[in-house]
């Protein structure tokens, strides 16, 4: 049986319930014990299992992450949580240079089951250094696994999928999405990683999207449904590994494809996308593909300026109807 709860529960259900299940669990990260986390994701979750389990961390992120990476490699499975991507760039070393190297460099003898998580992306008016998405960062490296959810159904099963896995998972998840409620069962259930949803069918035009920029698509497709245009909308959930069989089935059914995505445009995931479905379904497009991303620059504070710089529904529907009329 399935109720709406907010996403900020749904973290916490996931964690709870593979922290009942399995004792080698932990979390640790800023504030998520005795301030019951920064956005409240492991409220009550001290209370429950203790000090030993649910880990208050100094304001210093490669030491903990340090910490976490060595547990992990010693058959522990930690949750690390990060109260900003921003601030995980202090622990990109351990991330990049031992968490996702080590099964490599051991010969597959060493495991490093380990998921780091926190908000990603913008958030409003937080300014440069608070406002950057990182999936592309991490997805670039080899070793880990990269999720981006939109929904709380998605981030309760992807993320207990995550802390099962035996490779180190980035989950990255979107402060302005915290108190967003939606329909999760009560049972369990676990969502495989690295396969998109299709969220909207449609004929005419296939939207790609993850995280909170799920709303600007599917707010797209709406407008766009409006004036005769059928757009099919698909959920990456997953960055790495990417689901690239759903995006060209689509594709080959609607003939075009638009990507809506929060990164900056150089390197992006988008770029990506479109590099990889043009290499393999070049001969099922019937127009360019085109992307919507953030401005190639910091994000400044001053809310005209965030409006200016991301994706929006208006200009996500007139690039579409661009590319409903375009010829290769």
């Known amino acids: 049986m399935a109720r709406s709860i907010a996403f900020r529960e749904a973290l916490r259900e996931a964690m709870s319930e593979e922290m009942r299940r399995d004792p080698n669990i932990f979390l640790m990260g800023e504030e998520v014990a005795e301030y019951n986390g920064a956005y409240k994701v ?20 490669l030491g903990f992450a340090g910490i976490a990476v060595g547990a992990a490699q010693n058959g ?7 109260m900003t991507w921003n601030f995980a ?12 190297k080590m099964l490599a460099m051991s010969g597959g003898q060493i495991t490093c089951p380990i998921v780091f998580r926190g908000p990603n992306g913008s958030a409003g008016q ?23 959810p939109s929904n709380p159904y998605d981030a309760k099963g992807l993320l207990k999928a995550a802390i099962r896995d035996n490779d180190p998972v980035m989950f990255m998840e979107s402060e302005v999405m915290y108190g967003e409620k939606g329909e999760v069962p009560e049972e369990e259930y676990i969502i495989p990683i690295g396969k998109a949803d299709v969220k909207r069918a449609g004929r005419d035009v296939t939207i790609v999207s993850y995280n ?21 909308v698909i959920d990456l959930r997953t960055v790495r590994p990417l689901d690239w069989f759903t995006i060209l089935e689509s594709v080959k059914k ?14 992006s995931v988008s770029s990506e996308i479109a590099y990889r479905i043009q290499k393999e379904g070049f001969d099922y497009l019937d127009a360019p593909i085109r992307r919507i991303t953030a401005a190639d620059a910091p994000l400044h ?21 661009e590319v409903m009329y375009m010829k290769k």
């Open 76 to 82: 522990l499975r930690p949750i690390v949580e990060f």
């Open 254 to 267: 609607t003939n075009r494809l638009v990507i809506v995505d929060e990164q900056w445009p150089m390197c």
């Open 89 to 100: 760039v202090l622990a990109l070393d351990q991330i990049l240079n031992t968490a996702s």
């Open 42 to 61: 492991s409220q009550g979750m001290l209370d429950e299992f203790g000090p030993k389990r649910i880990i208050d961390t100094p304001i210093a992120e």
């Open 212 to 232: 909170k920029m799920m709303k600007v698509a599917l707010g797209a497709a709406v407008e766009l449904e409006k004036e005769g245009i059928s757009a099919e």
């Open 126 to 148: 937080l300014g440069a250094q608070h406002s950057t998405a990182f999936e592309s960062y991490y997805a670039n490296i080899p070793g880990i696994k990269v999720i981006s």
């Open 301 to 321: 504070y001053a809310p005209n300026l965030v409006a200016a710089a991301l994706p929006d529904v208006p200009r996500t529907v007139n690039l579409v109807k």
